[in-house]
């Protein structure tokens, strides 16, 4: 019986051990990955960036004249939304190579982004 209760000890000592570890480590791992962050938008992405999404707009464009055959003029009103939203995002293309400033290339490209997922989000409602 005595020998039951040591092993039993044991065990649970390592395992608190671990549990602290852990702990230590997720700590530690928390504060190294806030110091790292991310890298910032640069002049030099803005080609890459346009070109990725010019690709992206042509692809979904695409699909979009494919899905507008099927549903015809009932779903004109949400057509007008995604070609409006498209719209915004070719002319946010346009302004982002123009830019030079870090902080506005940034501010573009998350407008950019976000014209494209609202355009997407609306054309979800027809697949």
Do not use: H
Request: aromatic share 8%.
């Amino acid at each position: 019986m005595a020998q039951a209760n040591k092993s039993r000890v044991v065990i649970w000592t390592i395992v608190g051990i671990l549990v602290v570890v852990a702990v230590i480590f997720l700590i530690v791992a928390k504060k190294g990955a806030a110091t790292t962050g991310a890298r910032s938008f640069t002049e030099e992405d803005v080609p890459k960036f346009v070109s990725t999404m010019t690709s992206r707009v042509e692809k979904f464009e695409r699909r979009l004249a494919r899905i507008r055959d099927e549903y015809g003029p009932e779903a004109a009103e949400a057509f007008a939304r995604i070609e409006e939203n498209l719209g915004k995002v070719r002319t946010g293309l346009l302004e982002i190579q123009e830019l030079t400033d870090v902080k506005a290339l940034a501010e573009k490209r998350d407008e950019v982004k976000q014209d494209y997922s609202s355009a997407k989000d609306v054309f979800k409602e027809f697949e």
